[in-house]
């Protein structure tokens, strides 16, 4: 749990100065909500119940899984919806987090503030980048854990996974969704 808060405080920081540069640093304000309900339920992704070992043991999308995204970006880009999945076995974990954006495009700003703050942060070290699935695949190490995010149509994925075979972890979520 101790490890799951971390990667979460971590995130946060790096969300926070992505969230400076889009906002040129003015306070937090009502989030941008784009889309209506029957277009978002319509696009939500579905998180495979298994992957690999690891069972899904919760998840949750809507105004919460939205609320507590943007809080990560600091309220300040548009968001049609998330969806977050927390995944268990044994001493193995893994947290999705998926961004739902309106458009495309809104969703590939969102990636490119990303990657351009990445390597900026701290907490996060050893970017590398891969094809799998024909995506391209981000990677980084902090916290004990590997994190992997990437961009699909209207969605960004991040995933965080503590496991021995992180690798086989994500080629499976790949697979599986």
């Not at 749990?1 to 946060?12: D, F, N, S, T, W």
């Not at 790096?14 to 889309?35: C, D, F, M, R, T």
């Not at 809104?106 to 351009?116: G, K, P, S």
Request: charged share 20%; hydrophobic share 45%.
């Amino acid at each position: 749990m101790k490890r799951y808060c971390l990667a979460i405080v971590a995130m946060v920081i790096i969300l926070l100065a992505v969230a400076v540069k889009y906002n040129g640093g003015s306070p937090p304000q009502s989030p941008p909500v784009s889309g209506n309900a029957e277009t978002v339920a319509a696009t939500l992704p579905e998180l495979p119940r298994q992957v690999v070992q690891l069972e899904l043991v919760s998840f949750y999308s809507g105004d919460a899984a939205r609320r507590d995204i943007l809080r990560l970006h600091n309220s300040q880009f548009p968001l049609a919806d998330g969806i977050i999945g927390r995944y268990e076995h044994k001493a193995s974990e893994m947290t999705v987090w998926v961004s739902v954006s309106a458009t495309e495009e809104e969703a590939a700003e969102l990636m490119d503030l990303m990657v351009t703050k990445m390597p900026a942060s701290p907490v996060f070290q050893e970017k590398t980048t891969f094809e799998a699935e024909g995506m391209e695949i981000y990677h980084v190490i902090g916290m004990g854990m590997d994190h992997y995010y990437y961009l699909d149509g209207l969605y960004v994925y991040w995933l965080a996974v503590m496991d021995e075979s992180p690798q086989a972890i994500l080629k499976a979520f790949l697979a599986g969704h």
